[in-house]
DNA sequence: TTTCATTTGACTACACTGGTCAAATTGCTT
DNA sequence: AAGCAATTTGACCAGTGTAGTCAAATGAAA
């Protein structure tokens, strides 16, 4: 009955997946009720079972419907080749929040899934995680074609790319702490970029070379 | 019963309060089960009750003990007078992660109480929170009284600072995503402060002058 | 009006809940 | 050994919530 469900009216349809995706990443696999759902999305308890043969089925529903999000919106435009790393990573950064900012429901439960489920899952679908997420990450953080030469001279460029690296990561990780999963719809993220440039403007005076026109 | 319970066998008493610190941690209060707790802990359902009067007292039994545990182990520790930042960073990274390891559960269960139950404490417990945690976090974070000469003469020490404070919180980050809350005890935390030294390393030769003898 | 797709929610059988309490066990004092 | 109090046990209770079912109601199209 899956095929229906995807012929639904969108709303309906968003309606159930969001609600569905917040339930299972706030209480996890077993202690999801299915009753919330329905409460969430606004439907009759009939309604779910008459598109998802069992709560089990719903789950990997959500999972597959995850993955094709996170490859779609995010990880498919992660950017490689932008020679001035940190470039490189304000662009990568943005594509990651913007992909946050979309689909909050569909990050929260992934992470939740990734973090504390994944032991729970079958083989065949720890296997689809481990290709898709792990190995991407892996991509993003791979540093390479890095234009050496807008660092000072008296700076290693690997060190410092991994120190800005980090940074960025601590920057969002104290926003994180910040703004609880919940209160993501609410941020305003126009600001919040332009705090972020700005803090990105000061990485760049201290590891870059001062720029000259010529 | 409290006063019991605090007479009580130290390996049995640490029993329960880590078996309970976990349950509340992992399920929330509401669905926390003194079942699962008292099966935790290698005590029957009728020992737990008669130590504490119901669930809310030992909930909130549990986070006077905790917070306890934090201010005395952590918080009371933190050094804000070491005038070389990077070295005071050090020392509080190092304070604060041996809380963490000293106490895994106690940081779990604050972490969770923190971010997802706060609003449904008494006005009395918000208060305490956010006296004792959130006012230390800017202590932590208050770098006044930083030796700006020990910085390279064209870096500006606060801005520095600030990438330094953001890159050792992406450090543990990145670690943290490594490590699942429930592995902290397996991690060995020897190589990791080598590893975190080395780091300290780059950092001091990227922001600092060159270390000279005279 | 007939037909078919969709939606409802009362209903099941059952698992688990927080908490009780009479009875059993333990440890201490005589 | 006997007696007593402190401690521990787990079967038990009334109640709540569970995943899933299904006869009946509704909607839409012909």
Same mark, same amino acid.
């Given at each position: 009955?899956? *095929? ?10 968003? &309606?159930?997946? =969001? ?9 996890? %696999?077993? /202690? ?5 759902? #329905? ?8 309604? +779910?079972?008459?598109?998802? !043969? ?7 529903? +959500? ?8 490859? &779609? ?17 304000? &662009? ?44 991407? #990450? ?12 807008? $660092? ?21 990780? @104290?926003?994180?702490?910040? $703004? ?9 993220? *126009?600001?919040?970029?332009?705090? $972020? /440039? ?5 990485? =760049?005076?201290?590891? %870059? !070379?001062?720029?000259?026109? @010529?």
């Amino acid at each position: 009955m899956i *095929d229906k469900f995807e012929k639904l009216d969108e709303e309906k349809r968003l &309606n159930i997946l =969001r609600s569905a995706l917040s339930v299972f990443a706030d209480k996890g %696999y077993q /202690d999801a009720s299915t009753n919330k759902i #329905v409460e969430g999305a606004d439907i009759s308890k009939g309604t +779910l079972f008459y598109y998802f !043969k069992n709560k089990e089925g719903l789950y990997y529903y +959500l999972i597959d419907y995850s993955l094709e999000i996170i490859k &779609n919106e995010y990880i498919n435009h992660i950017d490689h080749t932008t020679l001035d790393i940190i470039k490189r990573m304000e &662009n990568n950064s943005k594509i990651k929040y913007q992909y946050f900012q979309k689909y909050p429901e569909v990050n929260y439960f992934l992470s939740t899934v990734l973090y504390s489920e994944l032991e729970h899952l079958s083989v065949n679908y720890q296997e689809k995680f481990q290709d898709l997420i792990q190995t991407s #990450v892996k991509k993003m953080k791979n540093q390479q074609n890095i234009q050496e030469n807008l $660092f000072k001279d008296n700076i290693k460029p690997e060190k410092a790319a991994r120190i800005i690296e980090l940074s960025i990561e601590g920057y969002f990780s @104290e926003l994180a702490n910040t $703004f609880k999963q919940h209160q993501v719809k609410d941020i305003d993220f *126009d600001t919040l970029w332009e705090e $972020f /440039d700005e803090y990105l403007d000061t990485l =760049r005076e201290i590891f %870059y !070379k001062p720029f000259e026109e @010529e």
